[in-house]
């Protein structure tokens, strides 16, 4: 037998057991939607798919693929596979509708993906407030909205939301962010304006002044409006994400130009109510106390005689009294947890306002 004929029966023989296993996964993925039906008519077939989304049993679920992971594909690829699976099973009937800040082709877009899969219906919306009133209104189950980027900073307009609305806090995403140089310019030498978001622009600021000095750098309301805009443009180019380039159709020229490697920008969910504990979460508190002296320890006392671990904190003004402020403060535990319940119960006792925006599963950080 030749060498060439071996190798053939070879393949063959390995595309036998890759087709064998390709029905046996098929099988498999038929028979968990079938359970996932199951809970569903033991729940009331009749009731839309938001009452039948758990968070918190998600998070269970990704965190065991995490934990079982022993590779070749990485831990970015298997949480993608199971996170495509549990949303077509929810979707069987009827797709979860969530509300974001587009347009298409966004980071916030893809957030959405990241979070809920692609069997969600996805609701572009032009505002952050305009996903605070689709959720609010019951026109989404769920909206995602940018908090907070670690380079630059808060989203102040997502907390203000906050004081308005009694929407809660469901989940939380943290997104890695690549920014792209993308044109139909051949190289940088035919580029005049490059269009983005100013945060776009600020997180490639030094990229930019390496690479496209002198060049007119134009704000604009977002990365998607920007691609949109240089579609057409040969002399003109765009920082966005390689989705907005996909949507317009326009080559990436060059990619990652963001400043710092580990650009990453954290986006909330929301929704109407608070979900059980899933073991890892995160609880995020609108906090106000009595002007004077002291204010923000008597506020802080309570988390440290209870042992719980403060991770953020962030003021705003407040929408009565002039130099009035709040805070935002993000908490380890739930609600439910023994430690956060008794914290929560003495700073009732010291606060002018002491509210749950939410508790929900901490952020699993996966490479974009």
Not at 72 to 82: G, I, K, Q, T, V
Not at 284 to 301: D, I, N, Q, V
Not at 311 to 336: C, M, N
Request: with cysteine; charged share 25%.
């Amino acid at each position: 037998m030749t060498d060439s004929k071996k190798l053939t029966d070879k393949l063959g023989s390995i595309r036998k057991e890759i087709d064998s296993l390709d029905e046996a996964i098929q099988e498999l993925i038929c028979e968990r939607a079938r359970l996932a039906f199951k809970v569903r008519e033991s729940k009331g077939a009749s009731r839309g798919a938001v009452d039948y989304f758990r968070p918190e049993r998600e998070a269970q679920v990704l965190r065991g693929v995490l934990e079982r992971n022993q590779g070749p594909l990485s831990d970015s690829e298997m949480l993608r596979l199971f996170r495509e699976i549990m949303s077509a099973c929810l979707a069987q009937q009827e797709p979860l509708k969530v509300a974001y800040l587009g347009p298409e082709g966004t980071f916030t877009q893809q957030a959405v993906n990241r979070h809920f899969g692609h069997s969600v219906h996805a609701l572009s919306m032009p505002s952050i407030d305009d996903v605070f009133e689709r959720v609010q209104a019951g026109d989404a189950d769920f909206g995602v909205v940018p908090v907070e980027n670690s380079t630059q900073g808060i989203v102040s307009h997502t907390l203000d939301m906050f004081l308005l609305s009694d929407l809660r806090i469901c989940g939380e995403i943290e997104l890695r962010v690549h920014q792209n140089l993308l044109t139909l310019a051949g190289t940088v030498a035919q580029i005049e304006r490059v269009y983005s978001h100013e945060q776009s622009l600020s997180q490639c600021k030094s990229w930019l002044r390496t690479h496209l000095p002198g060049v007119e750098l134009i704000a604009v309301g977002s990365n998607s409006e920007a691609a949109r805009r240089v579609r057409n443009a040969p002399e003109a180019a765009a920082i966005a994400g390689r989705s907005a380039a996909d949507v317009y159709g326009l080559p990436v020229l060059f990619s990652d130009i963001e400043d710092r490697p580990d650009n990453t920008t954290r986006f909330l969910v929301i929704g109407r109510q608070i979900f059980e504990p899933s073991g890892k979460d995160k609880t995020t508190l609108l906090l106000s106390g009595h002007e004077g002296p002291g204010l923000l320890y008597s506020l802080l006392k309570p988390l440290q005689e209870h042992a719980v671990n403060m991770t953020r904190i962030e003021s705003r003004p407040a929408r009565q009294g002039k130099w009035a402020y709040v805070f935002f403060v993000d908490l380890e535990g739930h609600v439910k947890d023994s430690n956060v319940k008794e914290a929560l119960a003495d700073l009732k006792k010291v606060s002018k306002l002491s509210r749950v925006l939410g508790s929900y599963p901490r952020a699993i950080l996966e490479e974009s």
